[in-house]
Each structure stands twice: as structure tokens, then as C-alpha cells.
């Protein structure tokens, strides 16, 4: 096929200003077009056959870094503190009388946040009141600067709902950077690097004790070493996988599946969900059990939350020098 005209908004949601978001994710891969990491490539700028493949890298949405004394602890910390929640994936919990009724997951970037700010201030409130709180002012969402609030009130709690990722390793660019040097192959005591951890610690790749990192980057780097050309497929994003409820037990066994409910995107392609049982059930996510124990935490969900990207693998006859750790 030939160049793509331009990227896709994520998910591919319509949007108006669709060029605009276009053109900011390709200022976010110029930086990596450099010459030095020449088997990383802009879609845009260069042809991409038809068949080329596109294939899917995905991992557990639960935070893998994260320590604590026990699986408890662990859950909680997670639950209490979106900055722990590194896996380009980030949930809030809501309760009442104590009991978890939902759980609401994104995979949604910052970056397009920022460019609704810029190109379509009303529509971003309007997505902001519908799922965050009707209560939101435009004026809660602008900086003194007057640029986006990434991380404004109404999205850094860890109760209630959220609208998108504000982790610190969690956008775009995060991603963008991991796939672009994960193209160069790695040299250490005149050995290739293959191991995923030391791949990523080598290359300065991120956390080599996540999910996310070492799954990519070792995916990529074994596409590279075969000469092939590769960047993130379009549209460029993360997405959410339905959750795994084999081994849920509801109180009038029903299938948990059916509480997986898509609110941004599609089946293929989710950005935003949340997981809750409807009200006419008669009782809510808190009485679903798990290995016997009831939900307590938003976390068990996430441990069973699938999230992934796909990159495209384009046939190529580079001859690729590997470089020294460090370099």
C-alpha cells in the first residue's frame, strides 16, 4: 500500500481535527528518524506493503514492579495510587458500603487529551462531564500557562472515574521511544543480548521488572535482527483486552463477561471500560468471588486485564550492527 495519508485517532474515534492529532504523532516519532535508528520508520513517509504483518505484543495490566510484604498489599498499594500503576494501564475503584460496584480501566494517552484541548476544548469537556463527573469546568483542566492539565482534580484520583493515564512512563511518546530503540540490536561481552531483562537494562529500555517493557522491546528487537523495518501500526495507541473470568463466581452465575462494558472504542480496539454487574442483578462486583474470596480490590480485576499493542513488521535486507550496552 502506500504511505499512510495520516494517523488515525485512537481507536479510530471521529474526530474533526483528525489532521491536527496527525500531525502531533508524527512530531512525537521525528525525534527517533534521525539516521541512528534506521530500521524504525514514519508510515507516513514510507511505504508500507499490504501484507505486511502487524502482530500483536500484549501483557498483564497489574503493575509487575510493584513490591510489598504480601499479594494483599500489594493489591492495595496498587489500588491506592495510580503513579504504581505502570502498565500503560491505569483503574479506579468505586464503593459503596464498602463494596467495590465498579471498576474503571484506561489505556487512553495524554497526548490526545492535550490536542482535544487544543483543537476541541468543548468536546473535551463534554467527554470529561459524561464520564468523569458533570460538575467539570474547563477552567479545572487548564494549567496557569494555559496549557493542558494532565493531572488536574478531577483526574488523579484512585476512587471514582477516570479519564486517562497520567503515570509517568504511561503516553504515547513513552511507547514510541521503546519500540524505536528497541530496533537496535545489543552487544554485551561479544554476545548478542536476547534475554528481554537484560535487553532492557542494556538499552536503558525502561523497567526491566514490568510487564509491558521487556515484552515489547525484546518482541521488536527480535523482529530487527531478522532486517525488517518496524514501527507502531495505526492507529498508534494501547488497548485494553477483556479480562479473563474463568473462575469467577457470581452469586446467581451469571457469566462476569457480560460486565465488561466498552466506553471508548470497540471490541478490537478498546481505550476505556469499566467492569460492574447492572443494578437490576441485585448485587455488585464486591460479591463476586475469586478462588473462593470475595473482590476486594480493584487489582483482582486487574490481574485478569490483558493490554496490548500492535506493531508493523515490515520485510526488509538491513544489515544491522549491534552497539554496546550504553550507547
Given at each position: 500500500m502506500?504511505?499512510?495519508?495520516?494517523?488515525?485517532?485512537?481507536?479510530?474515534?471521529?474526530?474533526?481535527?483528525?489532521?491536527?492529532?496527525?500531525?502531533?504523532?508524527?512530531?512525537?516519532?521525528?525525534?527517533?528518524?534521525d539516521?541512528?535508528?534506521?530500521?524504525?520508520?514514519?508510515?507516513?513517509?514510507?511505504?508500507?506493503p499490504?501484507?505486511?504483518?502487524?502482530?500483536?505484543?500484549?501483557?498483564?495490566?497489574?503493575?509487575?514492579?510493584l513490591?510489598?510484604?504480601?499479594?494483599?498489599?500489594?493489591?492495595?498499594?496498587?489500588?491506592?495510587?495510580?503513579?504504581?500503576?505502570?502498565e500503560?494501564?491505569?483503574?479506579?475503584v468505586?464503593?459503596?458500603?464498602?463494596?467495590?460496584?465498579?471498576?474503571?480501566?484506561?489505556?487512553?494517552v495524554?497526548?490526545?487529551?492535550?490536542?482535544?484541548?487544543?483543537?476541541?476544548?468543548?468536546?473535551?469537556?463534554?467527554?470529561?462531564?459524561?464520564?468523569?463527573?458533570?460538575?467539570?469546568?474547563?477552567?479545572?483542566?487548564?494549567?496557569?500557562?494555559?496549557?493542558?492539565?494532565?493531572?488536574?482534580?478531577?483526574?488523579?484520583?484512585?476512587?471514582?472515574?477516570?479519564?486517562?493515564?497520567?503515570?509517568?512512563?504511561?503516553?504515547?511518546?513513552?511507547?514510541?521511544?521503546?519500540?524505536?530503540?528497541?530496533?537496535?540490536?545489543?552487544?554485551?561481552?561479544?554476545?548478542?543480548?536476547?534475554?528481554?531483562?537484560?535487553?532492557?537494562r542494556?538499552?536503558?529500555?525502561?523497567?526491566?521488572?514490568?510487564?509491558?517493557?521487556?515484552?515489547?522491546a525484546?518482541?521488536?528487537?527480535?523482529?530487527?535482527?531478522?532486517?525488517?523495518?518496524?514501527?507502531?501500526?495505526d492507529?498508534?495507541?494501547?488497548?485494553?483486552?477483556r479480562?479473563?473470568?474463568?473462575?469467577?463466581?457470581?452469586?446467581?452465575?451469571?457469566?462476569?463477561?457480560?460486565?465488561?462494558?466498552?466506553?471508548?472504542?470497540?471490541?478490537?480496539?478498546t481505550?476505556?471500560a469499566?467492569?460492574?454487574?447492572?443494578?437490576?442483578?441485585?448485587?455488585?462486583?464486591?460479591?463476586?468471588?475469586?478462588?473462593?474470596?470475595?473482590?476486594?480490590?480493584?487489582?483482582?480485576?486487574a490481574q485478569?486485564?490483558?493490554?496490548?499493542?500492535?506493531?508493523?513488521?515490515?520485510?526488509?535486507?538491513?544489515?544491522?550492527?549491534?552497539?554496546?550496552?550504553?550507547?
Amino acid at each position: 500500500m502506500p504511505k499512510l495519508a495520516r494517523f488515525n485517532s485512537p481507536a479510530g474515534l471521529t474526530d474533526p481535527n483528525a489532521e491536527a492529532w496527525s500531525t502531533r504523532v508524527r512530531g512525537i516519532l521525528a525525534p527517533y528518524l534521525d539516521g541512528t535508528r534506521p530500521q524504525f520508520y514514519d508510515p507516513t513517509k514510507k511505504n508500507t506493503p499490504a501484507n505486511t504483518p502487524d502482530p500483536m505484543v500484549s501483557w498483564v495490566a497489574f503493575p509487575a514492579s510493584l513490591r510489598a510484604p504480601s499479594q494483599a498489599e500489594r493489591l492495595r498499594l496498587a489500588d491506592n495510587d495510580r503513579t504504581l500503576q505502570d502498565e500503560y494501564c491505569e483503574w479506579t475503584v468505586a464503593r459503596r458500603g464498602g463494596k467495590i460496584t465498579c471498576v474503571t480501566f484506561t489505556t487512553e494517552v495524554p497526548e490526545y487529551w492535550e490536542h482535544l484541548f487544543d483543537t476541541a476544548p468543548q468536546r473535551l469537556l463534554q467527554l470529561y462531564r459524561k464520564f468523569v463527573h458533570p460538575r467539570v469546568q474547563l477552567s479545572d483542566l487548564r494549567r496557569a500557562n494555559g496549557r493542558y492539565r494532565r493531572e488536574s482534580p478531577w483526574n488523579t484520583s484512585t476512587p471514582g472515574r477516570l479519564m486517562h493515564l497520567i503515570q509517568g512512563n504511561n503516553t504515547l511518546g513513552a511507547a514510541v521511544d521503546l519500540v524505536a530503540n528497541a530496533t537496535v540490536l545489543r552487544i554485551k561481552n561479544g554476545e548478542l543480548v536476547t534475554n528481554q531483562q537484560e535487553l532492557v537494562r542494556c538499552a536503558d529500555l525502561g523497567n526491566p521488572f514490568r510487564h509491558s517493557d521487556p515484552q515489547i522491546a525484546s518482541a521488536v528487537n527480535v523482529a530487527a535482527s531478522q532486517g525488517n523495518e518496524i514501527t507502531l501500526a495505526d492507529p498508534p495507541g494501547l488497548h485494553l483486552g477483556r479480562p479473563l473470568t474463568a473462575g469467577m463466581v457470581t452469586p446467581d452465575g451469571a457469566d462476569a463477561a457480560k460486565f465488561w462494558k466498552i466506553e471508548r472504542g470497540d471490541a478490537e480496539r478498546t481505550l476505556r471500560a469499566r467492569f460492574e454487574v447492572p443494578p437490576n442483578r441485585g448485587y455488585v462486583v464486591g460479591d463476586i468471588e475469586i478462588g473462593g474470596r470475595p473482590v476486594q480490590h480493584g487489582g483482582q480485576i486487574a490481574q485478569r486485564v490483558q493490554v496490548w499493542v500492535k506493531v508493523l513488521v515490515k520485510k526488509g535486507s538491513h544489515a544491522a550492527q549491534p552497539r554496546p550496552c550504553g550507547t
